[in-house]
């Protein structure tokens, strides 16, 4: 299939980078060749949720000039590899995120499925990937400004010339009287799925290990599970 994906939000601490590693790990367990890649240029931290240490080389550098996608390329576990960026801002100064769209071409030949978690916001580093990806996740809590948010992240997409796969609503609670289906209408986009406010899921970031491996018994994973095989077709 070759199909890259943009985890996108407006806001930040939605549950993006969460989203792209337990998505990414799902479909690796299921045999596909996957990369998932943080192009949350300026506050990287998938490297953390991976137990990768964030001093090796990076992303970074492969936007520097100074490295090549494979010497930032990190094997996390069967069919799955890490592009980590870094942490250091006078590193993030020297890149230059036109770049990206070698990198995620390239990707794109090795790998089955790539994702990339796109930073928040609107800079240029945060738009290019929407248009570089065939599809785009938009995340979102049920939270009334991070949809407003959401929005944004929707217009940016038609802009950079991008198609949205739809939505998913993280952090939802199970006695909560909204509805996402409602949610996604206001955005005019299809609802993907929805995953459960989970204390597992900050565990397993400060185990550095994704969650459908750290508990694949939780309700949040069971949510991931389901999200990638109807995201990807793959069960
Ligand atoms: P983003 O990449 O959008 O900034 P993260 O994936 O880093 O968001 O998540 C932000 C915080 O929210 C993290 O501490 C994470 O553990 C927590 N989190 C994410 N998803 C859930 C969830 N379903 N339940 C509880 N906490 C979550
Ligand atoms: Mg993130």
Redesign the pocket.
Known sequence: HETVYAIA?GK????????TVNLGTVLAQAGERVAIVDTDLGMA?LAGFVSLTPDATTLHDVLAGDASIDDATYRLADNIVAVPSGTDLDEYAKTSPEGLRTVVEELRSTYDFVFL?VG?GVSHETVLPLGLADSVVV?STPEPAAVQDSQKTVELTARAGGEIAGLVV??THPNSDISYDEIAGQLEIPLLGT?????T??ES?CAGTPLVVYDPRSS?SGAYRRLASDLSGID
């Not at 995953?195 to 204390?199: G, L, N």
């Open positions: 939000s930040g601490g939605v549950g993006k980078t969460t989203t931290n978690d928040a995340v993280t952090r995953i459960p406010e989970d204390p899921s900050r970031v949040a």
